[in-house]
């Protein structure tokens, strides 16, 4: 984690002061809320910037916030199931749908699965890796539309046509 010109670094600031506090906020309350924080969780104050540190959350609940709400941050909440069916109804269940991830070390058991999520992208053992030339969009509460790709542009775009 670190200042985003260095290309060693994955993970830059987040984009301002509110988006630092939603994640911290919502961070503090799964904690609060009984949550066991993993990973992170102490945003390092020394360092200028809005940087959040990767936050694994367990032991928390379906429900909490920081499972339904875009944080947009880098927060995972590690939600226990018993079954994959549990799984993708839990997922399908939330109201916004940008983006999900599959991990497992049978791919092809995890297409399967990313097949069923009602997401926007679904990524197999990674997540969040946006790539321009892919079209990028939610679903059910999640974004804006549709952006990269061939199919992006044309969301972006409107015909304009001159005709004599």
């Known amino acids: 984690m670190g200042v985003g010109l260095d290309e060693n670094n994955v993970l830059g600031p987040l984009q ?4 630092f506090d939603i994640v911290a906020n919502l961070v503090q309350a799964a ?3 009984g949550a066991r924080i993993v990973l992170g969780g102490n945003p ?4 200028p910037g809005y940087f959040y540190p990767t936050t694994l959350v367990a032991d928390i609940d379906n429900d909490n916030p920081l499972v339904t709400q875009e944080q947009f ?3 995972l909440p590690i939600v226990r199931y018993t079954t994959i069916d549990e799984a993708v109804e839990m997922a ?6 940008l983006g999900a991830s599959v991990w497992s070390t049978d791919v092809a058991k995890a297409r399967k699965v990313a097949a069923r999520i009602q997401a926007g992208t679904v990524w197999i053992n990674k997540h969040g890796a946006v790539d321009p030339r892919v079209p990028f969009g939610g679903v059910k509460q999640s974004g804006y539309g549709l952006e990269f790709g ?3 542009l044309k ?3 409107a015909p ?3 005709s004599y």
Request: proline share 3%; glycine share 14%; hydrophobic share 40%.
């Open 16 to 19: 301002n002061r509110a988006q």
């Open 31 to 33: 904690k609060d809320a």
């Open 44 to 47: 390092a104050e020394s360092q």
């Open 73 to 75: 941050g880098p927060a």
């Open 92 to 97: 399908n269940a939330l109201e916004v749908g």
């Open 150 to 152: 061939v199919e992006g």
């Open 155 to 157: 969301h972006l775009g």
């Open 160 to 162: 304009h046509v001159i």
